[in-house]
C-alpha cells in the first residue's frame, strides 16, 4: 500500500509540477514574433514559462485585457517599462488576474495605459481577485475606472478580495485613484502621484491590511477623505515605513492620511462615535508626513473620523498642528519641524508629479537628535547654506545599521541602509561569536530598508536574555551594532 501511494504522489507531482525545460516566448509589437499576441504568448505558455514582450507599442485585441488564466508564469518585458507599453485603448483594463494566480504569477516591466472600465469592479490598469501575483518595475499610468457609487475603484490597480505585491512601480495620472485594496497588499519603493478620485483614497485606499515601505506618495487628491492614503469602511490595518507623504489634498479631511470614514460626519470638527465601529490602526514609522492640505482646517496632514483606533507616528517627521484629535494619535521620537523639502511645489486641489521633495542637507530627515535612522522616501538633494546641489544618494554614503527598540522585549526593529544595490547578509550573533540566525540573505535595492528579529533563532527557539550583535554585510564593508534582549 505504501508502494501505491508513493507512486500516486510522485505521478501527482509530475503533472503539476513547472516543466524542468521552461520556455521562451518572443512577442514582437508587428506580431512576428514566437505568437502574434500577448495574450496569444501566454495561451501558448506552461507554468514556468516565460513571455518576453520586446519594446513598442501594444494595441488592439490579444494585448489588452489579458488574462493569465491561472498559469505560474512571468510576463516581462525584453528592454523595460519605457519602451514597452500595453494600450488598452479606452475600452477595456490592461490585465485581470482571476483564476487563482500565485506570487509565481509575475507581471513585469511594462507600461499599462489607457485602461477603461466604467463597471463593477474596478482596475482600469490591472484588476486582481481571488490571486496573489507579483507585479514589479511597471508603470502604471493614465487608466480610469469609474465603478457605480465608488464599490470598488483603483484606476490604476483594483485589489478585490485578493492579494498582492506591488514592488519598484511608478503609478501615476490614473482617474478613480492609484491602488485600491479590498484585502492585504505590499507595496515597496513604488512612486504613487498625480492620481484622483471623488471618493476616498487618492494615492491608496485600503480596506484591510497594507505594508507600504519605501514609496513616495504625492500630488494625489481625493473628493472626501485621504488625499494620500485612506481607510476604507471595516477593520483596516495600514502600515508606512520610510516613505515621503506629501502635497496630497482631500476634500474634506485627511489630506495626507484618513482613518475612520464610515464615522465621520463630514460637518467640520465633529466626529461620531459608534461601540460597533471597526477598529482601523496606521504606524507611520520612519516616514515623512509633511506638506499635505485638506478643506477642513486643521485636518492637512492626518485626521481620525471616530470609532477605535490609533494612528502611531514613529521616528517620524509630522507637521502636528495639522493633525486633529491628539488623543486618537501617538507620537514616540518624532521631530516636528519642517523637513526640508528642495523644490516642494504648493500644496491644492490639483493631482501633481511636480516638485522635488529631495532633502537639504541640514534636514532633520537625515541627521536627528532622536531619530537614529534616516527618514523618508528619498535622500539629500540640495544644501541651501552653500547653493550646491547634493546627489539624493549621498544620503547614504556607506551602509547604516540601527536598531530600536534597544534594549528590547520580545522583537527588535533593524533599520539599514544601502548606497548602492547589492548582495545583503544580516545576520544576529551573540557574545560567543556563534551564528544565531540569517535575517536577510539576498540582492538587495538601494535605499532604506528594515526587518524584524522576533528573539527566536533559525529553529524558532527564544534566544536567551542577553548581549547580541546585529552584522551587516555588504558592499565589501560591514556594520556591527550591539543590541540587548532582556526576557
Known sequence: MRHCSATLLFATLALTAPSAHATTWNILPNGTGDAPTIQAGIDSSASGDTVLVGPGIYTGIGNRGLDYGGREIVVRSSDGASTTIIDAGGVDRGVHFHSGETQNSVLEGLTITNGYVGTYPGGGGVLIQTSNPKILDCVITGNEAHAPMGATGGGGICIDEASALIRGTTITWNIGGGIFSDGWVSIQDCVIAANSTDQSGGGVYVNGTARIDSCVIRGNTSGTFGGGISGGVGEVSIS??????????????????????????????????????????????????????ASTARTGEAAHGGGIGLITFMGAIVDSSEVPDPFLHDYWFCEFEDPLFCGPVACDSTPSDSGDYTVDLHSLAVESPIILWPVGALGVGCNVATGIAEP?????????????????????????????????????????????????????????HTTTWDGRDAAGVEASSGIYFTRLEAGGEVETRKITLVR
Open 240 to 293: 508606512v515605513t520610510q516613505c515621503t507623504v506629501t502635497r496630497n489634498w482631500a476634500g474634506t479631511s485627511g489630506g495626507g492620511l484618513g482613518l475612520g470614514r464610515s464615522y465621520w460626519s463630514w460637518s467640520p470638527g465633529t466626529k461620531l462615535l459608534a461601540a460597533k465601529s471597526p477598529e482601523q490602526n496606521a504606524y507611520i514609522e520612519s516616514s515623512i508626513m509633511w506638506g499635505n492640505c
Open 392 to 448: 539624493a544618494e549621498s544620503v547614504v554614503r556607506t551602509p547604516r545599521l540601527e536598531a530600536a527598540p534597544n534594549p528590547f522585549n520580545p522583537a527588535t526593529v533593524i533599520k539599514y541602509s544601502l548606497p548602492l544595490a547589492g548582495d545583503v547578509r544580516l545576520s544576529i550573533y551573540d557574545v560567543a561569536g556563534r551564528l544565531v540566525r540569517i535575517l536577510v540573505d539576498e540582492r538587495v535595492s538601494s535605499g532604506n
